[in-house]
C-alpha cells in the first residue's frame, strides 16, 4: 500500500471519528477516553452511557465495495479491543462497570455521512 494510500485512510477515519464524536455528545454519551493505547493495543472511543461503559471500534467507508464496515473488525481485532478494555477497566478500577464492545460504521459520500451504531457486537 503506497504512502499516499494511507494517509488518505487515515484522513478518512479522522474525519469519520470527528463525525462520530459529535453524534455521541448529541446522544447524550459522556466520551472518557479517544484512541486510548497500551502495549496491547488501541480503542477508537470509549464513553459511557447511562449504565455501561462501552468501546466502540469506529470504521469509516465511503462505500460498501469491499464489504460492510464491521465486518473489517476480525477475531484478532476483538481479541485486541477485549484485552485493551479489560486493561483500561483494571487502570482506572473500573472492573465492577458493567461494558458493552460497540462498531460505529460511519458512511461517506459528497452530500452527507451516514451513521450505523451496532451495539453489543461481540462478547
Same mark, same amino acid.
Given at each position: 500500500?503506497?504512502?499516499? =494510500? *494511507?494517509?488518505?485512510?487515515?484522513? !478518512?477515519?479522522? #474525519?469519520?471519528?470527528?463525525? &462520530?464524536?459529535?453524534?455521541?455528545? %448529541? ?30 471500534? =469506529? *470504521?469509516?467507508?465511503?462505500?460498501? !465495495?469491499?464489504? #460492510?464496515?464491521?465486518?473489517? &473488525?476480525?477475531?484478532?481485532?476483538? %481479541? ?44
Amino acid at each position: 500500500m503506497s504512502k499516499s =494510500i *494511507k494517509s488518505e485512510n487515515k484522513v !478518512k477515519g479522522d #474525519f469519520g471519528e470527528k463525525i &462520530v464524536d459529535k453524534y455521541l455528545i %448529541k446522544s447524550g454519551y459522556k466520551i472518557l477516553a479517544k484512541n486510548f493505547k497500551c502495549h496491547l493495543g488501541e480503542i477508537d472511543t470509549i464513553f459511557k452511557d447511562e449504565r455501561e461503559i462501552v468501546f466502540a471500534e =469506529i *470504521k469509516t467507508r465511503k462505500g460498501i !465495495k469491499y464489504g #460492510f464496515p464491521a465486518e473489517s &473488525v476480525t477475531y484478532f481485532k476483538r %481479541k485486541h479491543i477485549y484485552n485493551v478494555a479489560n486493561y483500561f477497566l483494571y487502570i482506572n478500577n473500573l472492573s465492577n462497570e458493567f461494558i458493552r464492545f460497540d462498531v460505529i460504521e460511519v458512511y461517506l459520500n459528497d452530500k452527507m455521512s451516514i451513521i450505523n451504531h451496532i451495539k453489543n457486537v461481540f462478547w
